[in-house]
């Protein structure tokens, strides 16, 4: 009788936990690390309350993977189930892998965590951009747990990473090592960014730089929104929404950016029209991002994924190009960008769950590596520009030298000839003056003093070249030796004639104003003793304020009537000079000239500066 009440009791225990032995089972009491909850787990396509559902025996389906095409309604929330042996009160921590989906995990009955809100008669369950590692204490040796995904906003369900298990503390320290590699890699790549941008600021001739910058910082905003998810710690509150836009408008704008990058980098074997196409794919690509819903823009990505994989050989055929005509840097760019290619192939197959051999984006890794060897690039890539500007600067600097060689010798050639030519110019004026003196001689008085004024007309010019004989320059005339000389010939002429000349500084004035000034002093001089009853002594001064100068002249006598008589008058011509002709030569001198009733002033720029 004992024996029939024990078998009766062994049989209903066998029977009531049937279903729970039916469920996929894994051994978790063996954690030395954690351990991944992948390959098959108990499945339903609908929601189930219960562990010991029988309907859970059913069916079962391997993690992780897309189960989309495996549901009637897209929109219906799944079960999946798992038996885990534990060991009773060991604190354990699981992390999901955050599904795309809302989901909801009970652990013995209770549920733990969520991601979302179910809404089961509409189906348009809404997610949160959550990434929790729930922790739970089993208290006994199998622990229950059933996990419900439900799906609307995004293009793939289920499960797309691993779910892991660990004893706790475990998987919050690879939490917090990941999110701590993950913000190095955002820093190294934003301050990437804003360095290849400043070096495109100091130097806009090449795009290169800036296009790279572009990429750098497209990547860098990415990382934060894949992995750990690190822009979750700054911006608590960010919707699940805007949390895929930025992942997914992140990643499909490095591409445009990558294209500007190598179309100016490797511009001698890029087609322009494969540039634009790609381009404008991208735009469309983006644009579908930010306008479209997430169910939308997130069934874009296969076909994306396609574009970079024709952009990826697009890409090769460049760098095999610049191999083939051997470019600096170029096979360091061909080796870094077949590791970087690599990481971006990884993760398109790993969001696909073709493979699993990582389950981490490897992307940001691989441009990691390409950063530095297209850095190493451009660096190559200035340095030869700078030192072929170090060579040009070189040969420009021998050719300059050489010319200003052969300049100074034409100029001093050209000294030569205009000191021979000065000096041939005052013998013949002096030969004039010559001839004109024995003409004097044997004039009438009349005639004498005709001959006079222009014997002195003439020797004021030779005075000039007199003056240029005794000087290094002969752009300028010192003037203050000039007036000098010009008084010396005026009193041989006129030996009763008394001048003083007064400066108190050298004044240096280019040749041409030196002739009008000494014809215009010449005329002064000769009009005072044509005309004047009582010959005074005349009395000159000459000063000089900036680069202005001051000639002075003083007969003693008031010339205001005189010249208020020239000065709304043009004429101008040789029977007739005086102070018509003292007017002219003050307008070729683009002077001033001022009458007061004691004096004369004349003002003009100095050292030729009009």
């Known amino acids: 009788m004992r024996l029939q009440k024990y078998l009766l009791s062994l049989l209903l225990t066998i029977i009531y936990t049937l279903p729970l032995y039916a469920v996929v089972q894994v051994d978790a009491t063996r954690l030395d690390k954690p351990l991944m909850l992948k390959g ?7 929601f189930i309350e219960r562990f010991d559902d029988p309907n859970l025996s059913k069916a079962t389906i391997n993690v992780p993977q897309y189960i989309e095409d495996r549901l009637e309604d897209p929109h219906t929330i799944v079960t999946y189930a798992l038996l885990l042996k534990t060991i009773p009160n060991k604190p354990l921590s699981i992390s999901l892998k ?3 989906s809302v989901w ?8 733990i965590g969520s991601s979302g809100t179910f809404y089961p008669q509409s189906g348009m369950h809404k997610a949160q951009a959550s990434y929790p590692i729930l922790q739970f204490t089993p208290t006994s040796e199998h622990t229950q747990l059933l996990l419900h995904l439900g799906n609307s906003e995004h293009r793939h369900m289920g499960l797309y990473g691993t779910p892991r298990i660990a004893s706790v503390g475990v998987l919050e320290q690879i939490h917090t090592d990941g999110k701590v590699i993950e913000k190095i890699v955002f820093v190294m790549l934003t301050l990437f960014g804003i360095y290849h941008i400043g070096i495109f600021l100091a130097w806009r001739k090449d795009q290169a730089p800036l296009w790279f910058g572009a990429v750098c910082l497209s990547l860098a905003i990415r990382t934060t929104t894949t992995g750990e998810k690190i822009i979750l710690e700054f911006f608590p509150d960010l919707s699940w929404e805007m949390l895929t836009r930025l992942e997914y408008a992140s990643g499909y704008l490095a591409l445009p950016f990558f294209i ?45 994924n396609l574009v970079v994989v024709t952009f990826i050989l697009y890409i090769f055929w460049l760098l095999f190009q610049s191999l083939r005509t051997h470019e600096a840097g170029s096979i360091l760019a061909f ?20 493979i699993l051999f990582l389950a ?21 890539r200035y340095a030869n520009a700078f030192r072929l500007i170090e060579n040009h600067t070189n040969e420009l600097e021998t050719i300059v030298e050489k010319r200003t060689h052969d300049l100074s010798d034409l100029l001093k050639q050209r000294e030569l000839l205009l000191r021979e030519l000065t000096h041939r110019v005052k013998n013949n004026l002096q030969f004039i003056i010559g001839l004109l003196w024995i003409q004097r001689k044997e004039a009438d008085e009349k005639m004498k003093s005709a001959l006079k004024t222009l014997e002195s007309q003439i020797q004021s010019i030779a005075a000039v070249h007199e003056t240029l004989c005794a ?24 030996p009763h004639l008394e001048i003083s000349f007064d400066s108190d500084e050298i004044v240096f004035v280019s040749t041409d104003h030196t002739i009008s000034i000494g014809l215009i002093l010449n005329e002064l001089i000769t009009n005072h003793i044509k005309y004047s009853k009582e010959l005074h002594p005349i009395h000159l001064k000459l000063t000089q304020n900036n680069k202005k100068s001051i000639f002075y002249y003083n007969d003693g006598y008031d010339h205001q009537e005189a010249f208020q008589k020239v000065q709304n008058s043009i004429s101008f011509g040789l029977p007739k000079l005086g102070w018509a002709m003292i007017k002219e030569f003050v307008k070729r001198m683009d002077g001033e000239m001022m009458v007061y009733p004691n004096h004369i002033e004349l003002e003009f720029l100095s050292d030729g500066n009009l």
């Open 471 to 494: 000087q290094n320059n002969v752009s300028t005339v010192q003037m203050n030796d000039y007036i000098e000389r010009l008084i010396f010939s005026l009193q041989r002429l006129y």
């Open 98 to 100: 955050q599904p795309y």
């Open 360 to 380: 981490m984006d490897l992307m940001p890794y691989g441009f990691i590596i390409y950063l530095l060897a297209q850095a190493t690039i451009l660096l190559i």
């Open 40 to 46: 098959e787990w108990s499945f339903a396509p609908y």
């Open 104 to 111: 909801e995990l009970y652990i013995d009955g209770k549920r």
């Open 335 to 354: 080796s870094a960008f077949i590791l970087f290619s690599l990481s971006i192939i990884h993760d398109l197959l790993f969001f696909e769950n073709i």
């Open 260 to 304: 500007k990058y190598f179309g100016t980098l490797y511009n001698k074997h890029a087609y322009l029209n494969a540039e634009r196409f790609y381009f404008v794919v991208s735009i469309i690509f983006v644009t579908l991002v930010l306008f479209a819903s997430t169910l939308v823009f997130t069934t874009s990505l296969m076909y994306y």
